[in-house]
């Protein structure tokens, strides 16, 4: 079985080493699949406006050449001959206005090239079969790339079935279609990326960029694995752009942050969080930290013996709250008391102490049953009027005399606003037998008129005017004022904080009963105070005259 103070620690760092560990881990994870992402939709976004510009420039050469050959075709009709000077000039006049197209021919019916804008076929030249569109549809059709006898360099044909008189055609150079604008974006597409312009009529490539496969499946609904992929079709549907970029290749660059961006955000954020720890552990979890240590039992009390002066006997001692940390040692209340306080732990802390007071008193009931322990109770809680559950604690070990439980309230505790809650707490105190103490004496509210209405039965006269005693007979004068304020309103004295010879014989001739202070004795823990009563019954303190 692990200690609890090590189960504790454990508890405690094992949840900040956690967090760092997230902070440095989920900011850069969350910002990786985002830019991951983001990536990929700006690689399709790209591809996507390659592919359109692709099936803008086809739309406007099939468009273009459309016209060209409507106009060609009818003009022909009025013809006599298909290869005579005529017939070239018209055929030129058409070529020679558009910069795309390479040349312009005509094919008589029996399908034989009889003129081309360069000049008249002689003899005229036969097409095998697979390079002819189909006749009987009489619409713009596209036919290759080819490369014939008269046409070495392989070329697209646009061709325009005529009525009766065979057929106009207009050759373009696939690469207009890749760079005639020269203004298209130089899309990277990697190793394995492509932008192909495929004739759907048999799926031969027109055109393209990239490495380009033999075979550019257009047809699938789904892009191959791995693979962005873009595809869009032409007005007449004859031709389509396909775009395909491997994955892998257009997350090259968010590979690069992998494995630079990712670790530095990573330590950013775990130095971050590290620079913050200590604001948050220290504000957040110091809550935590006293819930913690209530159930862990890291609180102490110790007693520190009140003597009175004129005999040198103790006869009581004020508890005072300790917390033994596990990691920063004895803690003293003024760490930890504000925040108990401002938390609303401050109920359960004082439950405790009384708890804690009332098994200890048990203890020294039966050697020393007129020692009395005093208590102090935040006004923070006695103005709110939330001291039920210390009374009930109070109430479980029937005093057995009255005074045996001192409850030590300051000033703050009884100011005029708020004093009702404390004016009625104090009353049920005293019907128990408790005793009432007004601690730091001197130090808040000096409207002092309304003191008697609490029945006071110590005032405990703050360290600062101990202290003062003899530093200058100005404020020694007003100690003077203080006691006799005291004394006027007929409550017993307990002089705070007495560290010298000087001040405890000042006191002493001044006719104040008690007092408590580093001189007499420091506050110290149960076993600890019982030796110290023990001693004290057989040699009370000796008081110097
Ligand atoms: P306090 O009620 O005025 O308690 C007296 C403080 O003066 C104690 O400090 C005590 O250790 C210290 N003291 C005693 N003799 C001398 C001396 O000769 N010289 C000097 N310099 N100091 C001396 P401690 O224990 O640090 O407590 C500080 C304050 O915390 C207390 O002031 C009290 O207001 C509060 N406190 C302590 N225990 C509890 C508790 O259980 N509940 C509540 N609500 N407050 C507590
Ligand atoms: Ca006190
Ligand atoms: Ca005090």
Redesign the pocket.
Known sequence: MPSPHLARWFRVYAKILLWIVLASVVPPALLLTLSYYQTLRQAEADLNDAVTQGVRRVDSLLKTADLTLTNLAADIQHLEQLNDEKALRLVQRVAYKEPRFREVGIIDAQGSLVLTSLGIVEPPISFAPETRADLDRKVLQIVGPVSTRVMQERSIVLVLPTEGQGEVNILVDPIILTAYWGQVDQLDLGQDGFLAYVNTRDGQVLAGDGIIPPKVDFQSQHPPPGYLHVQKASYTGDVVVVGQVSKGWALRNWRGSLWIGAPLTGLGSALMMLACLPLIYSSRTLKHEIENALKWGEFQ??Y?PILDIQTGYCVGA?????WCHPQEGLL???TF?GI??ATGL?NA??TW?CQQVMQDQALLEAQYPDVYIS????PV?LNSGDIEEVILTLMTRPQSYPGRIVV?V?EAALVEDTKTNALSAIARLHSLGIAIAL??FGTGYSNLGYLHKFHLDYL?I??IF??AIKQSSRISAVVDAVIDLGRNLGVELIA????TQEQLQFLKRRGVRYA?????A??MPIKAFQIFLAQNRQAPFALKT
């Open positions: 009390i110790h520190q004020e508890a005072l709250i300790r003293l209340p003024s008391i108990a306080e401050i802390m004082s102490v208590i102090n109770i935040s809680q030590e300051t601690d730091d405990k703050d360290r101990v202290t705070e904080g007495v560290e408590q202070g580093y001189l007499l420091h506050p």
